[in-house]
């Protein structure tokens, strides 16, 4: 490209992100360069500087500036690893016009990123027909496995990224918990933030019980469902969405989940279990994007967890029901 150019958001790309737009649009252009054009104003939207998580609106005006050859507009190759495919529909639990529901394993990647290769954003390239690829709506931490719902099309995205950020998602975590909670029901509103947490020799980033302007809300619901000696199996509710909410939480209350050293060191060991984080999504109740129907989907606990529960011969079926007053 050797000039300044002005594209259009077409009417099915509206709700898309900025920086998912530009991928789309020139795949040859790294995020970085992107932040770099948007930093210095060289691409702006409907004449003003934006972000890269910027929400597009149908009709609205994108200016490109001149990019480098690697990076000029060129039609993506089409992309299909059958490893990927056969492994993403080893996952599959629903799946529909609008949605999917995958039940991802621990230990694998929700996004690619430093020393990342394999991961599902990467495996949904496999599933791109005709311009259109499944798109992630939400995330789940590397090590904590179950329910991950991924929208089909631009509009399933749009509507569930707002369901997510207005709080109309209610999602039920499973957990081992290092102790047992007293009481056995009721709710953690405690604020959290990110601070540097020294111990022993070293010192990492952590969400901890904080004050002050930088300390957002934090509220989680939670039920012992089965207790067994010195553990119990937890039922969590997140009512906000924070980073790390429920470890943290869990932590704050002196009930470790098991395997979690970073917030529980070694309280959070258990003998006779996996080392491995025990947390996993077990269900989602959303509008459906499409039909505006209610629905509840389920992961089946797998991998160490479901070990562990008959280890512990916990309820794998086990039905967990929210009073409502609860809060």
Same mark, same amino acid.
Request: with cysteine; charged share 30%; hydrophobic share 40%.
């Given at each position: 490209? %050797?000039?300044?150019?002005?594209?259009?958001?077409?009417?099915?790309?509206?709700?898309?992100?900025?920086?998912?737009?530009?991928?789309? /649009?020139?795949?040859? +252009?790294?995020?970085?360069?992107?932040?770099?054009?948007?930093?210095?104003?060289?691409?702006?939207?409907?004449?003003?500087?934006?972000?890269?998580?910027?929400?597009?609106?149908?009709?609205?005006?994108?200016?490109?500036?001149?990019?480098?050859? #690697?990076?000029?507009?060129?039609?993506?190759?089409?992309?299909?690893?059958?490893?990927?495919?056969?492994?993403?529909?080893?996952?599959?639990?629903?799946?529909?016009?609008?949605?999917?529901?995958?039940?991802?394993?621990?230990?694998?990647?929700?996004?690619?990123?430093?020393?990342?290769?394999?991961?599902? #954003?990467?495996?949904?390239?496999?599933?791109?027909?005709?311009?259109?690829?499944?798109?992630? +709506?939400?995330?789940?931490?590397?090590?904590?496995?179950?329910?991950?719902?991924?929208?089909?099309?631009?509009?399933?995205?749009?509507?569930?990224?707002?369901?997510?950020?207005?709080?109309?998602?209610?999602?039920?975590?499973?957990?081992? +918990?290092?102790?047992?909670?007293?009481?056995?029901?009721? %709710?953690?509103?405690?604020?959290?933030?990110?601070?540097?947490?020294?111990?022993?020799?070293?010192?990492?980033?952590?969400?901890?019980?904080? #004050?002050?302007?930088?300390?957002?809300?934090?509220?989680?619901?939670?039920?012992?469902?089965?207790?067994?000696?010195?553990?119990?199996?937890?039922?969590?509710?997140?009512? %906000?969405?924070?980073?790390?909410?429920?470890?943290? /939480?869990?932590?704050?209350?002196?009930?470790?989940?098991?395997? #979690?050293?970073?917030?529980?060191?070694?309280?959070?060991?258990?003998?006779?279990?996996?080392?491995?984080?025990?947390?996993?999504?077990?269900?989602?109740?959303?509008?459906?994007?499409?039909?505006?129907?209610?629905?509840?989907?389920?992961?089946?606990?797998?991998? /160490?967890?479901?070990? %562990?529960?008959?280890?512990?011969?916990?309820?794998?079926?086990?039905?967990?029901?929210?009073?409502?007053?609860?809060?």
């Amino acid at each position: 490209m %050797t000039g300044v150019q002005t594209r259009t958001v077409a009417a099915d790309e509206a709700g898309m992100r900025l920086d998912r737009w530009f991928r789309t /649009h020139f795949p040859g +252009v790294r995020h970085g360069e992107l932040e770099k054009y948007l930093r210095k104003g060289q691409v702006r939207v409907g004449g003003g500087r934006a972000k890269s998580n910027r929400r597009l609106e149908a009709g609205e005006e994108v200016r490109i500036p001149p990019l480098a050859g #690697d990076a000029a507009p060129r039609a993506r190759p089409p992309l299909f690893d059958p490893d990927a495919a056969q492994s993403l529909k080893a996952l599959v639990l629903y799946e529909d016009d609008a949605v999917m529901a995958l039940n991802k394993p621990f230990g694998l990647a929700v996004q690619g990123g430093t020393k990342t290769a394999r991961h599902v #954003d990467g495996m949904l390239e496999a599933r791109a027909k005709d311009g259109e690829r499944p798109r992630l +709506v939400h995330r789940l931490d590397k090590d904590t496995g179950g329910l991950l719902l991924v929208a089909k099309t631009r509009k399933a995205a749009h509507r569930l990224g707002d369901a997510f950020k207005g709080r109309d998602v209610e999602k039920t975590y499973w957990a081992l +918990v290092a102790s047992v909670p007293q009481p056995r029901r009721g %709710t953690i509103d405690l604020p959290i933030a990110k601070r540097m947490v020294r111990r022993g020799a070293s010192a990492d980033e952590r969400m901890v019980p904080a #004050d002050g302007e930088d300390a957002k809300r934090a509220v989680t619901d939670y039920q012992a469902l089965e207790v067994v000696g010195p553990v119990a199996f937890l039922a969590m509710r997140p009512v %906000t969405g924070r980073t790390h909410q429920l470890r943290a /939480h869990a932590a704050a209350i002196g009930c470790p989940i098991v395997g #979690d050293g970073k917030y529980g060191g070694a309280a959070a060991r258990i003998d006779g279990v996996s080392p491995k984080l025990h947390l996993f999504c077990r269900a989602m109740t959303f509008t459906h994007p499409a039909t505006g129907r209610r629905v509840t989907l389920q992961a089946p606990l797998s991998g /160490h967890m479901a070990q %562990t529960w008959k280890f512990f011969s916990f309820d794998a079926d086990a039905v967990c029901d929210w009073p409502d007053n609860l809060r």
